[in-house]
């Protein structure tokens, strides 16, 4: 998922639509609607997080596969969008990522930073890392 951008002059931008679509997208998350945002999807979208043992998933029905096992792992769980930063195809998240574990019912909660890649209105990669200077190289992001 390699983008050569740099951040927008926000200043001087206009008002972005793809931060707006993010923005629709995260106020769901944040009411625990992870369903909301697929529609967004491009046909080829690759999703990717920084967890042992996954690779890359391929497709909107891949990831939706993916996400209803994750989403079986927890009693509850959101996401809340803490900011956006704006680049030429791309948009960094800070979330913050709140769970309630199904079988331990220990409450978790931590900050995630995600990356967003749009080609013509539509997002063909996401991937979320630990850490936001990560998630900037690996989306081939520079400050």
Known sequence: MESNC???D???AMPEKNVEKLRQVYREWGLGNLRAGSELFAPDVRYEAEAPGQGP??????IANQ???FLA????FRIEA???EEFDDAV????????IGKGSGVETEQTIYAVWIFRDGSVVG?????TRKGALEAAGLSE
Not at 73 to 76: N, P, V
Not at 92 to 99: D, F, N, P, S, Y
Not at 126 to 130: E, G, L, N
């Open 126 to 130: 996401a991937s979320w890392h630990t």
């Open 67 to 69: 996400m209803r096992e």
């Open 10 to 12: 926000t200043a001087r």
């Open 57 to 62: 998933v391929i497709g909107a029905e891949a």
């Open 73 to 76: 792992e927890w009693s509850e």
């Open 6 to 8: 740099r951040p927008r």
């Open 82 to 84: 803490e900011a956006f």
């Open 92 to 99: 960094l998240v800070t979330e913050r990522q709140h769970g």
